[in-house]
């Protein structure tokens, strides 16, 4: 008996916070749902399990936080509380339903950009009636009966009064409980990420974890506008410093080609047994235009995309102690030096869509200040398809001076397969796949989609090796890392930093990277391309293609460094390869 009433004692404390703010609680909770349904619905994304009890864990520590006030007070405050969440979730869903995107720091950057007579026009454009048939319409529902609930919220109790029924309360006790239980890791890793020192921090923290409300959004966004000006302002500062010793433009075009998500074991390149790759295979042989060289041991720094550009495009390596700010970047050296800089990319364009995995990554290259320091032309809009790339070049290269680099941004075999190949050109089918036993129908479907992916960008890149076939060129091809695929771990994606295993760094780390050369370019640097076929089989981490770009222009700088380039005797084949900077990738790779 002492034992029920202690218990009974420890379920009423429990409940005290959801008791004094009932409907509150139940009309967050809804709202909570509502904008998850809607962002689910709007973005095609899979539905997050963990929000059902996330929302109840974030619901319940403001109805604590409002205990804290007199009943007066804290009425006035639910309402500010309640009001500025609706608010936000409207937002949220007609960014969802308008712009297949959600609040985040790329909305908040343009909106900060955004004057009084741009946003009157934009409210014109899209302010129309028939946003009400959408997740906003849901939302004023939700808001209409939230008012009436509150207005008649005395007779409501007095009639239903859940709160004295014990299953009831027991209910509830267990499931805020268990709320709390699966929450708490999320909300820990959330306080890591909103109390980071710098983008590098928060671009660790945030790999493979949604932020997963419009306020959360919000609040993230407003950091990492915080952090993103600091640091870029701190390297914007130093590359206007920046000046090169002296150039002989020994390569008259490098065009360097960056892929997105590529499984090296998915290569036909690599030895994959179904032709993801008959193009590139094709262009190693004899007779072709040109030679390509694969390379068979590279890997990637990391395996999150505004990791890796900021070591690609900075001379700063990953387990360098100092800041990725204080290092050059790349194409400001090549600028400096006189070539002239084109970036095309399809994804890293300023739009409302950005990922906010990719944020800080994409925003260095899209800063005012960064960007004309770094690049002389660029395009200005993304495409469905890669492909749309090529279109972009020939408008562009009108511009090339005859001392040209041209950086080539793909989309690649990005998370959502199905969408980066079009359907006339997709071959391999979910029947291919029937002797994988260990996969169930949707998940065969799923390999195919990625292997058309990998198809389709062959095609891709071919295409645009074939507009430099006349030319005196040098193609430098390499994806920003891997990916899984149901391979080593029965997963699609990537895993967090920190929970890595022998298995799954293969397939998330280990990139295809090859380097191609025209008959030209063949003729008139026998020496760098015997360079190339030499260095083929050396271990290389791609923190360190700075240093190769600079050699094959001929750029003298101070942080050159011989030690770093893979076509250099003096390359240190010996370096320990760190991925994130912590994990040393070939000692995990003994464990295997």
Known sequence: MKLLKTFNKIVDIILIPIQKNSIFFCMMYLLGIVTTFTQVLALHAKIPRINFFTWIFDVYIICIFLLLFPKKTRKFIRICIAACLYLLSIVDAFLNK???????????????????????????????????????GVILILILIHIISECYYKQLNHKINFWYRPTFKNICAFITIISFGISIHSRIKLIQIMTAQNTAETDLYINNYTLNTPANN?????????????????????????????????????????????????????????????????????????TLIPFSNVISPANLTSVVFKNIFSLHSIDDKNS??????????????????TFITNQFVKNIQQDVFNFSGGLFLNDNRLNKLQFDTRNTSTHQYDEGVLSDYDSL???NTGKDLT????????????????????????????????????ERQTVADYDNATLYNDYVVDAIIELFEK???????????????????????????????????????????????????????????????EAKDRPFMTDDIPHLLLYLAGIQYKDYKESKNILCPLFDTKRKRMIDGTVNFDEMLKKK
């Open 98 to 136: 308008l712009f297949y995107a959600k609040i985040g720091p790329e909305i908040i950057n343009l909106l900060l950009e955004t004057n009084q007579q741009e946003s009157r026009e934009f409210l014109d454009q899209y302010l129309k009636f028939d946003i009400i048939f959408s997740g906003v």
């Open 471 to 533: 030319e005196d060129a040098i193609v430098i091809y390499m994806p920003d890392h891997g990916e899984e695929c149901y391979d080593s771990i029965h997963r699609v994606g990537r895993m967090p930093q920190g929970n890595y295993s022998p298995k799954m760094i293969v397939n998330e780390f280990e990139i295809p990277f090859w380097i191609w050369c025209s008959d030209s370019y063949i003729e008139k640097h026998p020496q760098i391309f015997n360079q190339i076929k």
């Open 407 to 442: 950086i080539f941004h793909l989309a690649g075999q990005h998370i959502y397969f199905d969408r980066r190949t079009p359907n006339e050109r997709k071959v391999f089918k979910e029947n291919d796949y029937r002797k994988r036993n260990d996969l169930n129908e949707k």
């Open 397 to 399: 290269k009108r511009y």
């Open 324 to 341: 990725w700010t204080s290092y050059a970047l790349f194409p400001v050296l090549f600028k400096d030096a006189g070539y002239h800089v």
């Open 218 to 290: 919000l609040l993230f966004g407003l950091k990492m506008r915080q952090l993103a000006n600091r640091d870029f302002s701190l390297i914007a500062e130093h590359q206007e410093k920046i000046h090169v010793d002296s150039c002989t433009y020994t390569s008259k075009h490098i065009i360097f080609i960056i892929g997105e998500s590529y499984i090296k074991s998915h290569s036909q390149l690599y030895g994959y047994l179904l032709p993801t790759t008959p193009r590139q295979l094709k262009r190693t042989q004899k007779g072709a235009k040109g």
